[in-house]
Each structure stands twice: as structure tokens, then as C-alpha cells.
């Protein structure tokens, strides 16, 4: 599980590029949902690459933005360690993964900026929490 910052979702905010790529999705915490989150991820991933190409970006690029995401696919230990949510940026110079303590909407969108309204969950402070004392 990866603890996502306020100034991290700040920087997610100020990125205005385009593409921007935001990809949300629930994952498995134990072992047995590893294929199914697999075969999902390759599913957001062929979605966004033919919305980019319907928005008339070449295969090349396409390829280059999409290339750090395809290679989670063969990464048996990220997948066999999640939590119960995956989100996932990317542009053109950059690739932010986070493997979030939330459960999420499958979606995949491209904008000129990332689509984080379901990261805001996370800086509301509304969860259940233990103190040891």
C-alpha cells in the first residue's frame, strides 16, 4: 500500500500536459485475484490506446506513453502485492503508480490533466482508524 500525500496530489494537479492519462481501478489483496486484476489492467490499457488513437496520436507515441504501464503486465510481484485500489498516471515524462487503501470505479480517462476526484476520498479524513495507546 503506498500513502498518497497532500503535496503529491498537489503535484498530480499542476500537471497540464497533453495527454494526460488517469487510470482507477479495484484490486485483490490476496493472491487469487491476481489474473482477474491483470487481465483488467490490460483491458483500461487497450481502452486508452484506442482512445489516443482516435484522437489522432501516432502509434509511436502511443507506445512510449503506454510502455511503462504494458510492463507492469508481466510483473508478478507488483501485482501479488496490492491493496484494494490502483491508481494509475500517466504523460508524456512521467508514470506514477499507487496501490491505495481504496476501492474504486474502474475507469480510464484522457484529459489535458490527470482526473484525481477519486484520490479526494483520502485528504477527508473520514476513515476508521486504531490508536494504540
Do not use: T
Not at 500536459?17 to 489474473?35: D, F, K, Q, T, V
Not at 503486465?73 to 498516471?89: I, K, P
Not at 474504486?104 to 494504540?132: H, V
Amino acid at each position: 500500500m503506498d500513502l498518497l500525500s497532500k503535496s503529491e496530489i498537489k503535484n498530480l494537479v499542476k500537471k497540464n500536459s497533453n495527454p494526460c492519462i488517469s487510470i482507477y481501478m479495484s484490486a485483490h489483496r490476496e493472491w487469487n485475484g491476481l489474473e482477474q486484476d491483470i487481465i483488467r489492467f490490460k483491458n483500461l490499457l487497450n481502452k486508452v490506446e484506442k482512445n489516443l488513437a482516435e484522437k489522432n496520436f501516432r502509434l509511436e507515441q502511443i507506445n512510449d506513453l503506454l510502455h511503462p504501464a504494458k510492463n507492469l503486465l508481466s510483473d508478478r510481484d507488483f501485482w501479488n502485492h496490492q491493496s484494494d485500489g490502483l491508481a494509475v498516471f500517466i504523460a508524456e515524462d512521467e508514470f506514477n503508480v499507487f496501490k491505495l487503501p481504496l476501492s474504486f470505479e474502474e475507469e480510464a480517462i484522457i484529459n489535458n490533466r490527470y482526473y484525481i476526484k477519486p484520490l479526494l476520498k483520502i485528504l477527508s479524513g473520514d476513515g476508521c482508524f486504531f490508536l494504540l495507546a
